[in-house]
């Protein structure tokens, strides 16, 4: 056997190999935080979203990594009743911070991790841009696409098409419709 020069073993011929590791060693969670890889998840309670939000976790998880949840309310339009569209917007947000609770909640009792919260009120498209270059620190983007029998928005194309050369980091979308072993095997 001979150490090959970043320290690994290698057998010399005629040697029989050396017997592989039979525990993988567990992520480094003591680094320093802005060394580690930060996941950032769009989330709305859909079942593709809760998808995206399962990846990440288990991937943040085996990794050693972070993970923020973004959860983003386009403004309210009411033209000219003021009081109105404050009340829906208030509304709004308690709902949000209440679902990023919740999903909080399921990301420790996944993962032990407890991730960053965040609520912002905007275009989702721009928003998220925002929330990735005030940041810093995010190392990719998870969203969940819906089936197609059941898009709505236009999010995913948007992102692929407006992004795919600006974005420098990398968008990772998961299917909504994958169970959870798939996507437990995946991450």
Same mark, same amino acid.
């Given at each position: ?14 040697? %029989? ?9 567990? @992520?480094?969670?003591?680094? +320093? ?38 959860? *983003?309310?386009? %403004? ?36 032990? *991790? ?22 810093? +620190? ?9 089936? @197609? ?39």
């Amino acid at each position: 056997m001979f150490m090959s020069m970043n320290g690994g073993l290698w057998a010399r011929r005629g040697e %029989p190999a050396a017997a592989a590791p039979s525990v993988i060693p567990l @992520p480094d969670r003591s680094a +320093d935080p802005a060394e580690r890889f930060k996941f950032l998840v769009c989330v709305d309670g859909s079942p593709q979203s809760r998808a995206a939000l399962r990846f990440a976790a288990l991937r943040a998880r085996n990794t050693g990594g972070l993970l923020a949840l973004l959860h *983003i309310c386009e %403004p309210v339009d009411c033209h000219g009743w003021m009081r109105v569209a404050d009340t829906m917007e208030a509304e709004q947000r308690e709902e949000a911070e209440c679902l990023l609770q919740d999903l909080a909640g399921e990301v420790w009792a996944l993962t032990g *991790i407890r991730p960053e919260l965040n609520f912002r009120r905007g275009t989702i498209g721009t928003e998220i841009l925002e929330a990735i270059r005030e940041d810093g +620190d995010i190392h990719a983007l998870v969203v969940g696409a819906a089936p @197609p029998s059941a898009r709505k928005g236009k999010l995913i194309s948007w992102l692929a098409g407006e992004l795919a050369g600006s974005l420098d980091i990398p968008l990772v979308i998961v299917p909504g419709n994958l169970t959870e072993r798939q996507i437990d095997r995946l991450a």
